[in-house]
């Protein structure tokens, strides 16, 4: 069994493809081009990169200010707007390697920092690694810096949810009435209340005044 050409033994996820690439697609668009989206979900090395790579931050366009949550969102950009890229990256799994630079300096800087097997930097906060201090400064203002980079909203998402789950865990937090918990508290309270109520046991006593009589 396959999802639209891919194989059943392949680990990507259908339901990453299907985001990535939405049943009714063209394959071609109205001046002939093959659109980046199809050109990548063609190529099972480079969607399997664009599908599994962690996703942290924004996409910035390098021709304008616009920003995108989704890399296919940039990559529609590209589209759209007929943006020549003719620079591209040698290294069969990387989707530079289809969607590519307009410049030829921005391709080796993209080499040497992303495919460079001596990234010597890194980042404090998420411990991934960069080759170059600029690409590790950029990387700190779009993802930590910024508080609607898809990390700090997971990251809020998860404190929120940690905060809660510790406050109802936590002794020191007032039951709710009608709660088990309560209803627990309760029928301890009142048992150590009786047991108070109760004449005292007098037998120790008594075992000590006849040893030392």
């Not at 090395?45 to 890399?71: A, E, I, N, W």
């Amino acid at each position: 069994m396959s999802v639209r050409g891919i194989s059943s033994l392949d680990p990507l996820d259908p339901k990453e493809i299907e985001k990535f690439l939405p049943i009714g697609f063209p394959k071609l668009l109205p001046d002939g081009r093959v659109p980046l989206r199809y050109q990548i979900f063609k190529d099972k090395s480079v969607l399997r990169t664009v599908l599994t790579k962690p996703k942290k931050g924004v996409f910035m366009c390098s021709h304008c200010d616009l920003s995108f949550t989704q890399f296919s969102e940039l990559l529609d950009h590209y589209d759209e707007y007929k943006i020549k890229r003719p620079h591209k990256c040698s290294h069969h799994d990387c989707p530079w390697k289809i969607v590519g630079f307009n410049r030829l300096r921005q391709l080796t800087r993209h080499e040497a920092s992303i495919h460079n097997s001596s990234l010597n930097l890194v980042c404090l906060k998420c411990s991934k690694k960069f080759g170059r201090i600029d690409l590790l400064n950029r990387h700190t203002k779009n993802v930590h810096d910024n508080a609607n980079s898809r990390f700090n909203k997971k990251m809020a998402k998860f404190s929120t949810t940690h905060a809660s789950e510790a406050e109802q865990n936590s002794p020191n937090v007032t039951p709710k009435v009608g709660s088990p918990h309560s209803e627990n508290q309760k029928q301890a309270q009142e048992q150590t209340a009786s047991q108070d109520s109760k004449e005292p046991d007098t037998s120790y006593k008594h075992s000590i005044d006849f040893l030392t009589s």
